[in-house]
């Protein structure tokens, strides 16, 4: 009932779970690095501390009711899905989901949680990205068409782009092909669609593809996103702040943007010992297990309609 009292304000995050495997070994991918035997011991008891931590990190983002989208990063499979949204904290929550499957070599994907109370799919669809000659295969953009609560239509990618693993300049090519995908399916929507674009770009706001999606019409409404505790983007690397993570919108939704801002509650974060400060409490150092959350804090965007 309180989401439906406060349905005109829609409250989006987004989260890179960063590494949310289950235990179970997929013979189709590469993820014996997340089994109970491997070098990294992930049993059953860190899974489903990591499965509850998600939720608790997507609860914290509003402190009353639940966020009507969560667009998710770094989500291996519909079983993981499942334990987050009917046996984590979350399963009170009420959420559904839309993924992709995508051919990413260790299994990774990305999803969309909704409310349906608020916001009801249309039809979604699972944009494909053709890799380039020597690109590894990589996620999926999960695109979804949906109706807020009132009576808008919203048309909402999701996209986790292929990371800098090997050089940023080596491999821009292939966020830009992303770039590309995204604009090629937004041109075919109609000219007063209401597009949201969001996810992990493995990027910053000045990188060739995000300019790319800019002078398309796009509109990044998070590259300045501050949290409260200190955290002066979504992700921290060598001791520098940095941000990857990015919500853009086309121009119609601008003036409904009524907050953005980064979820850094403290107990998502931990004392950077080396560079000073503090820095995203994730689920391992190296490969100390640490019982954290992930290296990435959840991006928060509300919209008035």
Not at 33 to 60: C, D, M
Not at 63 to 82: F, T, Y
Not at 117 to 122: M, Y
Request: glycine content about 6%; charged content about 25%; aromatic content about 10%.
């Amino acid at each position: 009932m309180l989401n439906l009292l406060l349905a005109p304000l829609l409250t989006l995050v987004e989260l890179n779970c960063e590494n949310l495997f289950d235990c179970r070994h997929d013979t189709l991918k590469q993820d014996t690095e997340w089994l109970p035997a491997s070098v990294r011991h992930w049993t059953p008891s860190r899974y489903w501390r990591k499965v509850n931590n998600i939720g608790q990190e997507i609860l914290s983002c509003q402190e009353e009711g639940v966020p009507d989208l969560v667009a998710l990063v770094e989500v291996e499979n519909d079983s993981v899905l499942i334990d987050l949204t009917r046996k984590s904290l979350l399963r009170h929550a009420g959420y559904q989901y839309l993924m992709t499957e995508s051919p990413d070599e260790r299994g990774i994907d990305v999803a969309l949680l909704y409310q349906p109370f608020t916001f009801r799919p249309i039809c979604y669809e699972a944009l494909g990205i053709t890799p380039l000659e020597g690109m590894r295969p990589t996620r999926d953009i999960l695109y979804v068409k949906g109706e807020y609560i009132t009576g808008d239509t919203l048309h909402v990618f999701v996209v986790h782009a292929p990371s800098r693993y090997g050089g940023e300049k080596v491999t821009r090519p292939n966020r830009q092909l992303v770039a590309d995908r995204l604009v090629q399916s937004i041109r075919q929507l109609p000219s007063d669609a209401k597009v949201i674009v969001v996810g992990d770009f493995n990027d910053d706001a000045e990188a060739p593809a995000l300019q790319y999606l800019s002078a398309h019409g796009l509109r990044n409404i998070t590259c300045h996103a501050k949290g409260t505790h200190g955290a002066k983007a979504t992700y921290r690397y060598q001791g520098e702040w940095g941000s990857i993570d990015h919500v853009l919108v086309c121009p119609l939704l601008l003036d409904r943007v009524q907050q953005v801002y980064i979820n850094d509650c403290p107990f998502l974060l931990e004392e950077d010992k080396k560079y000073g400060g503090f820095k995203p409490l994730r689920t391992y150092n190296g490969m100390r297990y640490q019982q954290g959350f992930s290296d990435h804090l959840p991006l928060v965007v509300r919209f008035q309609f």
